[in-house]
């Protein structure tokens, strides 16, 4: 294979990592771990990859000695499984997996600087050969900082502890493994996308330069392990003496040949970001006041560190490198640099003047503009890279000839200007619309942050930091005075997700655990709510008073908060970005379609052997439950109830939870008896959990959601039922597993109305999950046949009372004992209910006497009147 196909398969890998980056960003409000999963895709992935491939390529320029071709090959597909390793270790999560990804990165940086040293060790004496040593000190670098994110990947977020890991993390990763790569690489990178010489002064600093770049995150990994926060400044300062050294080439190289394409500004505004954020870091650890006050504000600077310095740098070089890579000769290459080149200027100056918007203190609706905006330039460049990809692969006699006068220095200088007053002006208008549709936020009004009161604005800002932790946010009471501006930063240091809706609308949005974010409420001159719009993290009472001293407050319109439900989806639908509106309103009379197949009622067969192996994926599935009434269900296996599950006395089942939702779920077998602490634990999106319990006792029991609110689990479809057949019962003609539950219906198509479910009013009572089905599809049976009917009472509130109109029950069981059995001690009894309470169940057995339609009810008739109905339709 020639070396640039090889290259450009390489180089695939990369914009795989960068597209998938891409898609975390535009998806990350239904991805788990989206935060920490866009930087790790970015960084480790697609940074990573573009070092290792990149530092080998300028090491064997550098040195005049090429390395073994199949030694990177082995490298990167090497990094590539360790970096799919940790990204599934954190996922799942599993302490062994991130353990093997981390040894498998660090082992393949290790490899390759091995690799350059034998390099030199047998290379003819080259002038830029001692630039690869940056290549070197980089990997040393890269060890201890895996050893920290695999350290950090185990530890609770919060602690001091981990705030230090995440420090010296942060610094060898970041300030060590890419930005001493980098600066290694623009000594001759640079000149190279100028088209200049490197002259003398360039090269002294370039060597000067790796000295401070590698003590200055030596020294701030030391002061995390050494508790001296002070010492974090040093090292800051010491690595800013070394970017100061490769911004000074830049400069003076620059000044000799203009930058003049997207390459050369973007490696330009990458090292301007670099110093920037270094400088900032630096002030936010030694300010904080702990170690682990300063990780909440450190999130802030993520965006600098990885967009602004890593995703430039990398964008800059492959724009420089990849025509070089494509190859096809200089007519080829040419074009495919003019390719991406494509409107640089323009994407230069919006992606730098969105991620300024959006590292300052913006209105939360510029923020969210600007953040779609720098996600749009980033695509717009992995487009580009396609078609510079595709271009290179054209008969080069094809390409069109350029107009006349369309490369004159006047015309490109023109066209450049005005891209870059394009630029400008778009991000002008993000920031007018944004204080346009929030000017409270803005601080530009004395409007009262969630009401219509007015207030006259003080000019002060009262920034409170609040967190969200076992179910409630501390502190859940604020006092702000009447006119300021009132800045929450909220840190989850649950082991849940959760977020903060305020009156107003103002969020911080879904927040994975150790996440922070900061909610900019805008002048407040009355008293506000807020709370967690989680799934029935409310109903828990996780909620927050912001209370105004001082002037003449008021409490938000009732018509405001009204409309402030409407417009979040009230707090009950958040997590799945339910419908709002009105809930439906069931029709008795009305029948499903010709469609609609009901539920089977038939029990399923014991399955073979003593162990049943059985995989239960919680989904959320819209479902309807009468005809034309829909909602979302959070389902086990799909359906809502789940799966029923058969076994017998002694059986052992080993269950297999898989959460695929969007919010943490558990479940609770009450067929097998042990200590709930670990298997009905709370799981997280992504994650699995396995469940292994043995049937000691017979019933039919049932199985559900524990999470709490555990009411509104089992409201939303979380249960099910687990048949385990007495010893000795004796086969019937039918046998039928009929489950009993409520649905508090919220809006159409949406999840359950918390305040029905506290009331316990339920909208309809169903027998297998749809009210009615088996009314309009009933269950078969004929003259003389023994049928059997299990009943379990799923609630989560209501009691049952199962009864067959026309029929007689000469055998009852419930709750794992004989009530009725064979006419009773008299030999003539009978039974006419199954009374039950939520979660008690059992069966009854009856035979028809005759022909006809039997209905089967629940006795208490409001229920049956409201769903909890069906039919025996009985053939001779």
């Known amino acids: 294979m020639r070396r640039a196909d090889r290259h450009l398969r390489a180089n695939l890998l990369v914009l795989a990592w960068l597209a998938a980056a891409a898609v975390v960003a535009a998806l990350h409000r239904f991805v788990p771990e989206s935060g920490w999963l866009m930087v790790h895709l970015l960084l480790l992935g697609g940074v990573s990859t573009a070092i290792l491939i990149w530092s080998q390529h300028f090491a064997d320029t550098l040195i005049r000695r090429p390395a073994p071709p199949r030694a990177l090959t082995l490298r990167l597909a090497v990094h590539t499984a360790g970096t799919l390793l940790v990204v599934g270790g954190i996922a799942m999560p599993s302490t062994p997996l991130v353990v093997a990804g981390g040894a498998a990165v660090a082992g393949a940086a290790m490899s390759q600087a091995v690799g ?26 890269l060890v201890p900082g895996v050893v920290c994110g695999v350290v950090m990947a185990r530890l609770e977020p919060g602690p001091q502890e981990y705030a230090r890991w995440y420090v010296a993390h942060v610094a060898l990763t970041l300030l060590g493994w890419v930005a001493v790569t980098v600066a290694g690489t623009l000594a001759v990178l640079w000149p190279t996308v100028l088209h200049t010489r490197i002259d003398a002064p360039a090269e002294r600093d370039a060597r000067r330069s790796l000295g401070p770049l590698t003590a200055g995150p ?184 350029p107009a006349p006068g369309s490369d004159h220095p006047g015309v490109v200088r023109a066209r450049r200007h005005g ?31 969630g009401s219509g009161t007015a207030a006259a604005a003080t000019g002060r800002t009262t920034t409170v930091e609040v ?28 082991v849940a997700v959760h977020d903060l809706v305020l009156d107003g609308g103002a969020t911080s ?32 009472g996780m909620t927050l008073d912001v209370v105004v001293t001082g002037g003449t407050t008021a409490q938000a319109a009732p018509d405001d908060a009204a409309a402030t439900d409407g417009a979040t989806g009230g707090h009950e639908h958040h997590m799945t970005d339910d419908a709002t509106g009105p809930s439906p309103v069931l029709d008795p009379l009305a029948e499903p379609d010709d469609a609609f197949e009901a539920r089977d009622a038939a029990l399923p067969p014991v399955g073979d052997g003593t162990t049943h192996h059985v995989t239960l994926e919680v989904t959320e599935t819209e479902q309807e439950v009468a005809p034309g009434i829909t909602r979302t269900a959070w389902t086990f296996g799909g359906t809502a109830p789940g799966p029923v599950l058969h076994g017998r006395v002694g059986d052992t089942f080993v269950i ?23 298997v009905m634990r709370t799981i997280a999106p992504g994650e699995t959990l396995t469940y292994t319990f043995t049937a000691e006792r017979s019933g039919i029991w049932m199985y559900h959601c524990s999470t709490m609110p555990m009411s509104l689990h ?115 009894g009978g039974a006419q209910t199954l009374a039950l309470q939520p979660a008690e169940g059992g069966f009854v057995e009856l035979t028809f006497p005759e022909a006809g339609t039997y209905p089967f009810v629940s006795h208490i008739m409001g229920d049956a009147e409201r769903g909890a109905q069906g039919r025996f339709a009985v053939e001779p």
């Open 509 to 540: 949005g879904r927040l994975a655990p150790g996440a922070t974010a900061t909610v900019d409420v805008g002048v407040v001159g009355a008293d506000l709510e807020g709370w967690c719009s989680v799934a029935g993290h409310r109903l828990m």
């Open 116 to 141: 350059i040293v034998r390099q030199r060790r047998g290379a003819l004496p080259a002038r830029f050969a001692y630039l690869a040593r940056s290549y070197v000190v980089a990997a040393l670098l």
């Open 419 to 449: 891209a870059a007053t394009a630029g400008v002006g778009a991000l002008l208008l993000v920031v007018a619309l944004g204080v346009a549709a929030d000017p409270d936020a803005a601080g530009l009004t004395g409007a009262v942050a």
């Open 218 to 401: 030596v020294l701030i990994a030391l002061a995390a392990a050494l508790d001296l926060r002070w010492l974090v400044a040093v090292g800051a300062a010491v690595a800013l003496v070394g970017t100061a050294l490769v911004a000074r080439v830049l400069v003076a190289q620059a000044r000799v040949a203009t930058p003049r394409t997207f390459g050369a500004w973007s490696l330009a505004a990458a090292v301007a970001w670099w110093a920037g954020a270094t400088v900032a870091f630096a002030v936010v650890v030694v300010t904080a006041g702990s170690w682990a006050a300063a990780v909440p504000r450190l999130t802030g600077l993520v965006p600098a560190f990885v967009v602004g310095f890593a995703a430039q740098v990398l964008g800059g070089a492959l724009s420089a490198l990849l025509p070089v890579v494509l190859g096809g000769g200089p007519a080829v290459a040419k074009r495919t640099a003019a390719e991406l080149d494509r409107a640089g200027i323009l994407r230069c100056v919006l992606l730098n003047g969105a991620l300024l918007l959006f590292v300052t203190a913006t209105p939360s609706v510029v923020r969210v503009v600007t953040s779609m905006l720098g996600l749009a330039v980033a695509v717009w460049f992995l487009v580009l890279a396609v078609r510079a990809v595709r271009v290179s692969r054209r008969d080069p006699a094809a390409a069109p000839e």
């Open 714 to 828: 089992i409201a939303n479809g979380m249960f099910g039922a687990v048949v385990i057949d007495p010893p000795g019962l004796p086969e019937v003609d039918r046998e039928y597993v009929v489950v009993q539950s409520e649905l508090y219906l919220g809006a159409q198509g949406g999840t359950a109305d918390e305040a029905k479910l506290t009331a316990q009013q339920p909208d309809a009572v169903t027998f297998n999950g749809y009210a009615f089905q088996y009314r309009d599809r009933p269950l078969a049976a004929r003259v003389g046949e023994r049928v059997r009917v299990w009943v379990l009472d799923a609630g989560p509130n209501l009691p049952s009372s199962f009864h067959v109109v026309g029929g007689q029950f000469d055998t009852l069981y419930r709750e794992g004992d004989w009530v009725l059995r064979d006419g009773g001690s008299t030999g003539t």
């Open 656 to 678: 297999t939870l898989v959460n695929d939702g969007t919010l943490g779920h558990s479940i609770d077998f009450h067929a097998g008896a042990l200590a709930p602490d670990d």
């Open 467 to 494: 967190e969200a932790q076992d179910m409630r946010f501390v502190p859940d009471r604020i006092e702000v005075p009447a006119g300021d501006r009132l800045v929450i930063e909220v840190t989850n240091t649950d």
